[in-house]
């Protein structure tokens, strides 16, 4: 999906990619971070949030919750991390990144809550009461007055699958109601999920109808709790290209994920995207069988759209095969590709991904812009050095 764009925006990234494999410095199955243009997409990307006055909380599941790259983001003046989970949550909070939201897309367990509400989160999401007054409980033991979010939910809003939770809009009053007796509590924003996609007819990003249900869902708490709210979180495709939609619609926050590595469906689809893509996946052929080879899996994610690899031989012979996306029902031990290369041959395929669901390490390089290219360190999927 991004192999072309890479080699178009960012060769020397592709380049250093198997220079590490060749050297025997990154094994197959590895997802390579090009440091300095991470870092680049998140200036621009901030730089144009601070035009629109939009505040950014910054999203690491897709470089696998790595704490190396979220306290770099810090520098540049982020106001903290998205968790996805708890467990993302508890990796960064380890290493010094502040926790800006937690509990949206996934909620805190109970027997996480005071562990990570004593280190400080500014927003947690929930999807219940239930989960706000258990939340309450926690923070009259801290001591604290904790700020959420309310997810809200409309019948006709785009939702995928695994991820349905949040209040209907029709019992968003009564539930505030309840929840507003809390004492610990404050209830001080909205968001859905995802409330901008990229449309391939239109070639843009488009707002969802999950848009106007936020701010349905503003109006309704305002009107109820006689004061503004504090952040209307509107994530989903935040990236340069968006910033000023997100505002025009009354947008406080957004959350760039695949915007910091510039693997958006925007980025793929048009050449005027000023991301550029930071990552590749690397790894090597492992055999040949009838007209097709085979290279090392590990990496997948079922919604990569996945199509081409870049194959380069000891002799520095390069060549573009296709790759087959492997089937959902089986584990990708393998990736296959439609003709033979030489056995232990690099393989570099740049795809949409989400490192947290896979089993690959991640490698975070940096220098590779003036062609120095320098291994900072080796990362699993939780965010461990290794």
Sequence with gaps: MFLDITLQKNPKLIDAAIKLHREGKILPDTYVIDMDAFLYNGK???EEADKYGIKLYFMTKQVGRNPLLGKELMKLGYEGAVAVDYKEAKVLSDNGVKLGHVGHLVQIPKSSLKELIRRGIDYITVYSVEKAKEIDEVARDLNITQKIILRVIDRNDILYPAQYGGFYLEYLKEAAEEINKLPNIKIDGVCSFPCFLYDEEAKRIKETPNVKTVLKGKDILEDYLKRP???INMPSATSVENMKLISDFGGTHGEPGHGLTG????????????EIPSMVYVTEVSHNLGEESFVYGGGHYRRSHMENVLVADKNHNRKKLKVEEPSLESIDYYFTLKGNSEVSSTAIMAFRTQLFVTRSNVAIVKGIKDNK???VGIYDVFGREV
């Design 229 to 231: 709210l504090g952040e």
């Design 44 to 46: 621009i990307i901030k």
């Design 373 to 375: 290219p320098e291994l």
């Design 263 to 274: 693997t958006t469906p925007y980025g793929a689809c048009n050449d005027d995207c000023v």
